[in-house]
């Protein structure tokens, strides 16, 4: 699996900080700091810049 520049081998496991997740401004935009449930009335999808993560 290959994370933009990162190649990851099969069988290696990753682990992130879910802090770190749930407040990056590259992944929830502007608000990432800030309770807004209307922002995820078009799903996932609609409330990220990277749908997959």
């Known amino acids: 699996m290959k994370f933009r520049e990162i190649f990851v081998p ?6 992130m900080m879910v802090l770190a997740l749930h407040n990056d401004l590259g992944i929830w935009r502007k608000d990432a700091y800030r309770f807004n449930l209307n922002k995820f009335a078009n799903g996932i999808k609609g409330a990220c810049e990277l749908p997959q993560v």
């Open 10 to 15: 099969k069988g290696v496991n990753i682990w």
